[in-house]
């Protein structure tokens, strides 16, 4: 979701942005960088340790709330997105190709974003608090797959992050990476675009394939 079909990335930047200032604090480069696909766990580690506050997990949870209401605020403005993502979704959606939106972002959140994108564009949806362990472990592509019915070999996961593309690649889908503003390493399982402008139906057929084949191969 965030990154891959619509530019939320930069709400969160403002979002974490205000949350450290009212810390007293800012954030680095790097820890933003780390944070891209992040869970709000990772989140709330990662900035409590440069915040150097003491990371008491009520305290913790608290932030996530306040966090996430920034954030849902930002969204209900409405969310950008990314370039070729909408026609994308609507060409699948036309030919009866089954979606799963799989995200690290809690349910209440990605709900909000849902209002702008569109739901009907998904058969099913996954979130980050409603599986054992969030990206980048396999577990949500693992959930995705199992309710579209189908072998995670036999899905394509678009992604944009280290974190997503490892969990993707994990869980044993081919992965298709669009980068937003973190780059991401090449790998057997994985293909890169500059964007899904750049794409038709056919190619995502066509890139699924060439990964399926030199899977094999590889293996044989």
């Given at each position: 979701m965030?990154?891959?079909l619509?530019?939320s990335?930069?709400?969160?930047?403002?979002?974490?942005?205000?949350f450290?200032?009212?810390?007293?604090?800012?954030?680095?480069?790097?820890?933003?960088?780390?944070?891209?696909?992040?869970?709000?766990?990772?989140?709330?580690?990662?900035?409590?340790?440069?915040?150097?506050?003491?990371?008491?997990?009520?305290?913790?949870?608290?932030?996530?709330?306040?966090?996430?209401?920034?954030?849902?605020?930002?969204?209900?403005?409405?969310?950008?997105?990314?370039?070729?993502?909408?026609?994308?979704?609507?060409?699948?959606?036309?030919?009866?190709?089954?979606?799963?939106?799989?995200?690290?972002?809690?349910r209440?959140?990605?709900?909000?974003?849902?209002?702008?994108?569109?739901?009907?564009?998904?058969?099913?949806?996954?979130?980050?608090?409603?599986?054992p362990?969030?990206?980048?472990?396999?577990?949500?592509?693992?959930?995705?797959?199992?309710?579209?019915?189908l072998?995670?070999?036999?899905?394509?996961?678009?992604?944009?992050?280290?974190?997503?593309?490892a969990?993707a690649?994990?869980?044993?889908?081919?992965?298709?990476?669009?980068?937003?503003?973190?780059?991401?390493?090449?790998?057997?399982?994985?293909?890169?675009?500059?964007?899904?402008?750049?794409?038709?139906?056919a190619?995502?057929?066509?890139?699924?394939?060439?990964i399926?084949?030199?899977?094999?191969?590889?293996?044989?």
């Amino acid at each position: 979701m965030d990154g891959t079909l619509v530019d939320s990335e930069k709400l969160w930047d403002v979002s974490l942005s205000a949350f450290y200032e009212s810390h007293g604090g800012a954030m680095s480069r790097e820890t933003r960088t780390a944070l891209v696909g992040a869970s709000a766990e990772e989140t709330m580690v990662i900035a409590y340790a440069e915040l150097g506050l003491e990371p008491d997990p009520d305290a913790m949870a608290e932030s996530i709330v306040r966090l996430h209401d920034h954030t849902a605020e930002l969204f209900d403005d409405g969310l950008p997105w990314c370039d070729g993502a909408r026609e994308m979704l609507e060409a699948l959606v036309a030919e009866g190709t089954p979606m799963a939106l799989v995200t690290n972002t809690q349910r209440a959140l990605a709900e909000r974003a849902l209002n702008s994108i569109g739901r009907h564009y998904f058969s099913v949806s996954v979130c980050g608090d409603e599986v054992p362990n969030g990206k980048p472990a396999p577990d949500p592509y693992l959930r995705a797959a199992e309710l579209l019915g189908l072998d995670p070999a036999d899905c394509l996961a678009v992604e944009d992050s280290v974190t997503g593309t490892a969990a993707a690649e994990g869980a044993g889908c081919a992965v298709l990476v669009v980068p937003n503003d973190v780059p991401v390493p090449g790998g057997l399982r994985r293909r890169h675009a500059d964007s899904l402008a750049e794409l038709e139906v056919a190619d995502l057929r066509r890139i699924h394939g060439e990964i399926d084949r030199e899977l094999r191969e590889h293996t044989a």
